[in-house]
Nanobody, 123 residues
């Protein structure tokens, strides 16, 4: 059974930073594509970043967020800098099997999800 557990969310002022982590188990982590999505109230879940053979970011976070992974610890992280109020959302970790040069960005491409962690950015 694949399990993903996010941590690190919280309340931060605009311009601040947060680091999210996702601990994975139940799948060979080193050969899995890992991604972060977010969902704000009343909005659809949207892609944020992914790491596979390469890293890929949504335009809205490019240059501010950095995704990384530690295969020895089976964790993926999302460093979020220069946070804006519009970054407020529940952030989800997701995984799909296999590695690719072009990580998928669609929700339907990922088969396991974490429970989410709330990130709130105050203005």
């Amino acid at each position: 059974q694949v399990q993903l557990v996010e941590s690190g969310g919280g309340l931060v002022q605009a311009g601040g930073s947060l680091r999210l982590s996702c601990a994975a188990s139940g799948r060979t982590f080193s050969t899995s594509t890992m991604a972060w999505f977010r969902q704000a109230p009343g909005k659809e879940r949207e892609f944020v970043a992914a790491i596979s053979w390469s890293k890929y970011y949504a335009d809205s976070v490019k240059g501010r967020f950095t995704v990384s992974r530690d295969n020895a610890k089976n964790t993926v992280s999302l460093q979020m800098n220069s946070l804006k109020p519009e970054d407020t959302a529940v952030y989800y970790c997701a995984t799909t099997d296999g590695l690719t040069a072009s990580p998928p960005t669609g929700v339907e491409k990922y088969d396991y999800w974490g429970q989410g962690t709330q990130v709130t950015v105050s203005s």
